[in-house]
């Protein structure tokens, strides 16, 4: 067991809630005026799979759990199931609603390198590497006479019809630099 401020918690970390290990699926740092700062966290529960909503004071002492990772890439999607594959070809399945934050960029036989967290042997969430490259399937046409890249258009990306902001002189085909912390445009790759 290991000590975690709440403030530093972020997803996939795991911590302990009333004698049970959850999942954190989402932690928002929240500072409002006069108010102490909070982290809101949605987490999983591992033994039931139920779903809560906590609230922290930022700097209040979690206990957290230690975890194998192992790394793996992303083979497919079997309904309800993610499927990641280590270097020795085993699969591991984790639950689609554990990686919903993530599926926008998942395609199958992706060749990114994720890092997928064990509890007790269960495979229970994936960390994405910090910007991974897709091709860009359909963006409207270039502005003409902006070359400072500050204008920004819709684009979808090819595989998994996620829409994110590029800049204006992204087209049709382009690889771009996407950060899988923000969800958003870094650079173009061609």
Do not use: W
């Not at 992204?170 to 790759?189: L, Q, W, Y």
């Amino acid at each position: 067991m290991s000590v975690k401020i709440a403030g530093d918690i972020q997803s996939g970390n795991v911590i302990m809630v009333e004698n049970a290990p959850v999942v954190v699926l989402k932690a928002v740092y929240n500072k409002s005026g006069r108010n102490q700062a909070v982290v809101k966290v949605r987490a999983k529960n591992l033994f039931t799979g139920r779903i809560s909503e906590l609230i922290y004071k930022s700097d209040e002492k979690l206990e957290g759990v230690m975890l194998d990772k192992k790394d793996c890439t992303y083979s497919y999607f079997a309904p309800p199931m993610h499927v990641f594959v280590d270097s020795e070809y085993v699969e591991y399945e984790i639950e689609a609603e554990t990686l919903a934050d993530l599926e926008k960029y998942f395609c199958e036989d992706m060749t990114d390198v994720c890092e997928v967290t064990f509890y007790e042997g269960r495979p229970i969430s994936v960390v994405l590497p910090k910007v991974i490259v897709r091709e860009i399937e359909y963006t409207e046409p270039a502005t003409r006479g902006d070359t400072s890249g500050k204008i920004t258009k819709t684009a979808v990306l090819k595989d998994t019809k996620h829409e994110l902001q590029v800049s204006s002189f992204v087209e049709i085909g382009d690889k771009i630099e996407i950060d899988t912390v923000t969800g958003e445009f870094k650079k173009r790759c061609n």
